[in-house]
């Protein structure tokens, strides 16, 4: 992890073949040999738990056996009936705390199998050696649901609509599918183009059609889609970007941590873009992670992520948390920001050291300074609520049923717009599936009643 880095001693001093390298795939695919050994080490649980610990309930037993006896197309199939995004999920699923936790290799003196390369080697294989779509659609139900959102839920939410026989259309306010799997997610987690190559394969089934650059809000109501589709499905995520409120906010120089992510998912030739000296990252989660690391990637010399509280509350996995520190991020922990100093630019950011008194967050009078050239914001994303005053909201996200329908009789929702929301890309596609199977059931009894 991080043992290739190629480091800038002064910043954005980085070659272009140094920056291709420091954005090559963070963990490379498995090779034959490889392959076959892990898969031969697999124990084919009977009561796996690592299905159980799979919000799609992969059958991982299943498709590691026909890995094992060479059936890769099938084992490509188990993974893809389960998870659409089976591709996407191999490479970003935390399986450290999902299904290789749970691996049972990792009670005795053994590393857990490696569920998420194996999972990958046989999407690639059939995404690359199949042009035919390995699902066929169901009879057309002659039923038309609305989707909005592109992402991960709304893809998955389609995918299944468009199985079992109905018309998808999915609204997109951005100008490509694929949601955070396209913006989001770290570029070593998603090298390649190879979100925009999920999306096709998994809108190639038919059936659907992307309305990209369609904004709810924007070009559409909530109530336009209820009246114009037999369902409505909403996949919006979280897009609204939480604020520092403090003086300096809008010096040049300092930006959302999401809106840099972004900025290098989109760029083709990653040495173009100017990594800055001194960057410091403000917030302790994912996002926080992918920022630094990626900012250090570029070619920034100094990378500091401060976060309010300590190590045991930081957001992400301590296979994230390494995988900062040995990128060479510092992690700076009980820092609380209070001022951005700069003129036109930012140049620094004050800090107060906290503390933790009675379980309270508490200013210790102790202020310190860093420098900082740029500082990128990662204080997470809330709910854009405007929209959607007709459904019930709970603590700032929508409420839904088991089966994804909100409040209203026909809308269902899922994905990072829901409560709790797992803030998983593997969660968000259980999520649509889920919902997908429920607007089905929910039209067939609809069907039953008018005949
Ligand atoms: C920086 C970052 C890194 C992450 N890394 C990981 C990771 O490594 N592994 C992991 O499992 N999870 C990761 N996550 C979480 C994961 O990306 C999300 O849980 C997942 O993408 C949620 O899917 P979604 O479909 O609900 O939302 P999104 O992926 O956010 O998709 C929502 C879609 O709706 C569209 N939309 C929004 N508003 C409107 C509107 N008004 N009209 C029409 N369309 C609209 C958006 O443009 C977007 O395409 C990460 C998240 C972030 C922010």
Redesign the pocket.
Known sequence: MGEHLQASLTGGALSKDAIDANFEDLHPPLNAQQVNSWANRCLFCYDAPCITACPTAIDIPRFIRQIATDNITGAAKTILSANIMGGT?AR???TEILCEQQCVLNTGEHEPIEIGALQRYAVDYLMDTTNTHPFVRGPKTGKTIAV???????LACAHELARLGHDVVV????AK??????????AY?MAGDYAAKETKFITDIGGITVKAG????DDFSLSDLRDKYDAVFI?????KMRKLGIAGEALAGVSN??DF?ETIRQTSDLSTLDPGRDIVVIGGG??AI??AVQAKRLGAKNVTLAYRRGLAQMGETKWEQDLAATNGVMIKHWANPVEIIGENSVKSVRFEQINLQDGKLCGTGDYFHICADRVYKALG?TL?TD?LTALKVENGKLKVGSDGLTSVAGIYA????IAPG???????VA??KTAAIAIDKMLAIDKMLES
Do not use: R
């Not at 369609?214 to 809000?217: D, E, F, I, Q």
């Not at 899922?414 to 717009?417: A, K, Y």
């Open positions: 999920c970003a699923c935390p909005i959102g592109a992402g991960p839920a709304g609204f997109e306010a951005k599918a694929g949601g955070l799997n396209e913006y989001g997610l770290a987690k369609k904004s709810l809000g996949g919006i995520g979280l897009t941590a999401l992510i994912n996002t992918d920022a994303q854009v929209e899922g994905g990072d717009c797992e803030d998983l890309t593997v969660q968000a999520d649509g």
